[in-house]
Nanobody, 111 residues
Framework: QVQLVESGGGLVQPGGSLRLSCAASGSIFSIYTMGWYRQAPGKQRELVATITSGGRTNYADSVKGRFTISRDNAKNTVYLQMNSLKPEDTAVYYC?????WGQGTQVTVSS
C-alpha cells in the first residue's frame, strides 16, 4: 500500500516562493502519474498539476506560468515549485496518486 508524505508548506508573503515535496513509498513510483491538489476553506478540492510517468505535465489555468511540477524517480519524490504566490493560493495542498492521498500540507500566503 502506497504512502504519500508531503512537506514544505508554510507561511509566505505575496510574491514569494515555496517548494512542496511528496515522498512516496510502498509501490513502484516511476510508473504512476502523480499530482497535486489543493483545498481552500469552504471550497472543493481542485486539481493544481499532474505529471505522467513520461514527464508530461498539466496545470490548472490559475497556476500556469507560476507553478512547476517535477519528479525524481530515483528518490520516489514529486515536487511542486510555487512562485509569485498570491493570497488566493492559500489552501491545504495534497499529493495524489491513483487510489492514494497524502495527509496535506498547509500553504498560507499573507502579508
Amino acid at each position: 500500500q502506497v504512502q504519500l508524505v508531503e512537506s514544505g508548506g508554510g507561511l509566505v508573503q505575496p510574491g514569494g516562493s515555496l517548494r512542496l515535496s511528496c515522498a512516496a513509498s510502498g509501490s513502484i513510483f516511476s510508473i504512476y502519474t502523480m499530482g497535486w491538489y489543493r483545498q481552500a476553506p469552504g471550497k472543493q478540492r481542485e486539481l493544481v498539476a499532474t505529471i505522467t510517468s513520461g514527464g508530461r505535465t498539466n496545470y490548472a489555468d490559475s497556476v500556469k506560468g507560476r507553478f512547476t511540477i517535477s519528479r525524481d524517480n530515483a528518490k520516489n519524490t514529486v515536487y511542486l515549485q510555487m512562485n509569485s504566490l498570491k493570497p488566493e493560493d492559500t489552501a491545504v495542498y495534497y499529493c495524489w496518486r491513483s487510489n492514494a492521498w497524502g495527509q496535506g500540507t498547509q500553504v498560507t500566503v499573507s502579508s
